[in-house]
């Protein structure tokens, strides 16, 4: 079911995923458009996501804005009172705590700041780590990959003593502790996008790209039902529930929007391996676990791998 609309208020609007928007030059959206957005989304019962340029929006528009209750999405020198702020650099870190931030990065640039990480943690209230270039990782990238999220581990376990412990948010490891289903990015289910040109995407990552209708129009995604999980007989077994399943990186890499490819499979399933070792970590430290549910270790990091096991075990096809 629909429920998040986003709005990119200019072309240059920062990313906040693992996808980079393709380099645009300045184009504020309307603020006709932009009013028109907002009615259609009340209409729609939606929750709003303003998404923000690297610069301060004229006052018409800071006003059609607080129309509706919102979550603004930006950089810190766009001047606005940001629910989440995209980082620019680690250095921004100082200024934006204690909000919850986005970094973008590469796996280098991840495993060059590793250091930085603990760090970050321990001075906001949530980090999300976009990784920009998982679509072409190999088998070196992976190995990489399993070694940083495994120094963030023991980075994060030996911080925990006896008893309590606020355990710092961060998207990579602690997501999979208290998720209890499939949290995807939902893009064409749940949340599509408003681009400056009055159309809706499924994505921002879409807007060069076919739309989805417009304002005008009404929205129009073509065999919706092909972006629900309901839909996706490999993503609906597996428990790798922190992962974004990316329908536009399934269609980039295997031609079909609910298809995984073998790169998100894997860096999600390397991801639930290390948040298995941080929770058994962590339980024997004696931390409170609260509501997280223990889960089992698994021996495979392609869900592919094991389809003939699911068909055995009839999960396969229903």
């Known amino acids: 079911m629909l429920t998040y609309l986003v709005i990119l208020l200019d072309d240059t609007s920062v990313s906040f995923c693992g996808v980079p928007h393709p380099k645009r030059s300045r184009n504020l959206i309307p603020s006709d458009k932009l009013r028109k957005g907002i009615v259609w989304a009340m209409k729609e019962n939606l929750n709003i996501q303003f998404v923000y340029p690297h610069y301060r929006l004229p006052d018409e528009h800071r006003e059609v804005i607080e129309m509706i209750d919102h979550t603004k999405i930006g950089p810190l020198s766009c001047e606005e009172e940001l629910d989440v702020v ?42 999300n780590i976009m990784l920009t ?49 499939m949290n995807n990015c939902g893009a064409g289910d749940s949340c599509v996008t408003l681009a400056p040109d009055g159309r809706f995407y499924v994505c921002p990552a879409y807007y060069n790209g076919e739309n989805a209708g417009s304002l005008d129009n009404g929205l129009l995604i073509p065999n919706r039902q092909l972006f629900q999980l309901s839909h996706a007989p490999i993503c609906r077994q597996c428990d790798a529930w922190q ?17 995984p490819s073998h790169q998100q499979c894997v860096a999600a399933h390397l991801e639930r391996n290390a948040s298995h070792r941080l929770q058994q970590l962590l339980i024997e430290r004696g931390f409170q676990m609260g509501k997280c549910s223990e889960f089992n270790k698994i021996d495979y990091l392609d869900p592919f791998n094991i389809v003939n096991k699911w068909k055995q075990e009839k999960l396969w096809g229903e």
Do not use: H
Not at 160 to 168: H, I, R, T, W
Not at 243 to 259: A, I, P, S, Y
């Open 86 to 127: 995209v980082l620019d650099s680690p250095a921004d870190i100082e200024r934006a705590a204690p909000l919850p931030c986005i970094w973008q990065c590469t796996l280098s640039e991840l495993s060059k700041q590793l250091s930085l990480v603990l760090t970050f943690l321990r001075k906001v209230s949530r980090l």
């Open 133 to 181: 270039d998982i679509a072409v990782w190999g088998e070196n990238e992976f190995n990489t990959y399993k070694t940083v999220l495994n120094q963030i581990v023991d980075g994060l376990a030996a911080e925990v003593g006896e008893g309590e412990f606020a355990l710092p948010q961060l998207n990579l490891l602690t997501d999979r502790l208290i998720l209890s289903k």
């Open 243 to 259: 992962c974004k399943r990316c329908v536009w990186m399934n269609g980039k890499l295997t031609g079909d929007v609910n298809t």
